[in-house]
């Protein structure tokens, strides 16, 4: 794990684990436990992704991107599945960092099945 993971899961000990923490998901588990596994989640999630002509290639590492896409929940998603354009920032807030192009290649290779 990198150090941001370790600096989490070192701040969640037994006593840390039940403390009462504000859930926004209301599910019960207390808030240490949910953000715990939401900080880990990111952790993972995040990792780095390049896009191979076989599929997609993950690697649990940073570095510099060459580009980034970021955005509000509520749009980027959306966007991620081409419920949205991609190039429209002041409709959705969308922010392309790096090479627009490649985010477009991605996306217009990228298979997206809803179901």
Do not use: Y
């Not at 580009?67 to 969308?94: F, H, K, M, N």
């Not at 490649?102 to 990228?110: E, I, P, V």
């Amino acid at each position: 794990m990198g150090q941001t993971q370790n600096w989490v899961a070192s701040a969640c000990s037994d006593d840390a684990l039940d403390a009462p923490v504000f859930n926004p998901a209301g599910d019960g588990r207390s808030g240490t436990r949910f953000w715990m596994s939401g900080m880990l989640n990111e952790a993972v999630v995040h990792g780095f992704d390049a896009r191979r002509p076989e599929g997609v290639a993950w690697k649990p590492e940073a570095r510099q991107a060459d580009v980034t896409v970021t955005g509000p929940a509520r749009s980027l998603p959306l966007t991620l599945t081409r419920r949205l354009p991609l190039a429209d920032r002041e409709a959705t807030g969308i922010r392309i960092d790096g090479e627009t192009g490649l985010a477009r290649h991605w996306l217009d290779n990228t298979a997206h099945v809803s179901g």
